[in-house]
C-alpha cells in the first residue's frame, strides 16, 4: 500500500532487522494508509524509522510509531514541532521512554499495545470444544447469530484470503475469529469475539488455539495482539501457549490537566 512512500525501502530494511518487536510496525507499513515514513541514517546505515498515519480513535487523530537504535536516532526521528497536543506517539523500545519523556515533554497516555508470537512447539490445545472453520455459505448463520460481522465485512475475509473460524451452540456463533495480516514468517489472530452469556467457559480459548494452529501449517509463528488494560485477552494468549515479543507504550503532550508520572515498561524479546 504504501511502497510509492519516499523512505519506504529503508525503513522495511531497518524494521526487518527485528521482526518480532517491529512486526506491528512492519504491519502499519505494508497494510495501513500512512502519510509519512521517516528514516535517520549514521554513516550510511539507517539507524531509525517511523511511520506516521492516522489515529486510532477520533480523540488521538494522528499516530506516530518508531524504532530507533539509541537516543541520538531517537532525537533525529523525531521533530516536536511536527505533532500537535492531539497526536499518539508510540514507541517500540520502551526503554527510551524517560529520555523521550522529558526531552519532548510528554507524558504516558495510558494507552499501549503487548504483541505475542507461538511456534508448532509452544502451542497449547484445549481438548473438547468443537471449532468448525467457515465458508462463505455459512452467510446466514453469521446474519441470524448477531455476532458483530457483517455480511459484506465477512465476505470481505474471503476476498483477503482470511480464514475465519467459530464455535457454534444450538445453531449460533458463540465465538469467532480469524485469521489476517500476513506478514514475513507470520500471521495474527484477530477478532476474537465471544457472546456475553458464554464467556468465562474457556471457548476463547479452543478457538485462538485452533486458529493458531491453522496459521502455523503455513508460517513459522502465529501472533496476537491486545491491549494494556484487556487483562482477559492476555491471559487467553497465555493459556494458549503464546509469548510475550513487543511492548509499545503511548505518549502524548503533557498539559496542565494530566497527572504526573506514568508507566515505563522494558520490550521483551522472548523467541528466537
Not at 447469530?145 to 455480511?151: D, L, M, N, Q
Not at 504526573?260 to 521483551?268: E, L, R
Request: proline share 6%.
Amino acid at each position: 500500500m504504501n511502497q510509492h512512500l519516499q523512505n519506504y525501502a529503508a525503513a522495511a530494511e531497518f524494521l526487518s532487522r527485528d521482526p518480532h518487536a517491529n512486526r506491528e510496525l512492519l504491519i502499519a507499513l505494508r497494510y495501513e494508509p500512512l502519510a509519512t515514513v521517516r528514516v535517520t541514517w549514521r554513516n550510511e546505515t539507517v539507524a531509525g524509522a517511523l511511520v506516521r498515519g492516522p489515529g486510532p480513535t477520533a480523540l488521538r487523530p494522528e499516530w506516530i510509531r518508531f524504532d530507533a537504535d539509541d537516543q541520538d536516532a531517537v532525537v533525529a526521528l523525531l521533530d516536536q514541532r511536527d505533532f500537535d497536543d492531539n497526536a499518539i506517539l508510540s514507541l517500540h523500545r520502551p526503554q527510551f521512554g524517560d529520555f523521550v519523556a522529558q526531552h519532548f515533554r510528554l507524558l504516558p497516555t495510558g494507552d499501549g499495545v503487548y504483541g505475542y508470537l507461538v511456534d508448532r512447539q509452544s502451542l497449547l490445545r484445549p481438548p473438547g470444544v468443537p471449532v468448525r472453520l467457515l465458508t462463505a455459505s455459512d452467510i446466514g448463520l453469521v446474519e441470524r447469530s448477531g455476532c458483530g460481522w457483517s455480511r459484506s465485512y465477512f465476505m470481505r475475509l474471503f476476498q483477503e484470503r482470511r480464514r475465519p473460524w467459530a464455535i457454534v451452540k444450538d445453531g449460533m456463533i458463540v465465538c469467532r475469529a480469524s485469521s489476517g495480516y500476513p506478514h514475513a514468517n507470520s500471521e495474527e489472530v484477530v477478532g476474537v469475539w465471544t457472546h456475553e452469556r458464554w464467556r468465562g467457559r474457556g471457548l476463547a480459548r479452543a478457538l485462538v488455539a485452533a486458529v493458531a494452529a491453522d496459521i502455523l501449517e503455513r508460517a513459522s509463528f502465529a501472533a496476537y495482539t491486545t491491549t494494556f488494560d484487556n487483562h482477559a485477552s492476555q491471559a487467553v494468549a497465555r493459556a494458549v501457549g503464546f509469548q510475550p515479543c513487543f511492548t509499545a507504550y503511548s505518549y502524548a503532550r503533557k498539559t496542565d490537566s494530566w497527572p504526573a508520572g506514568g508507566h515505563i515498561v522494558v520490550d521483551q524479546l522472548v523467541l528466537p
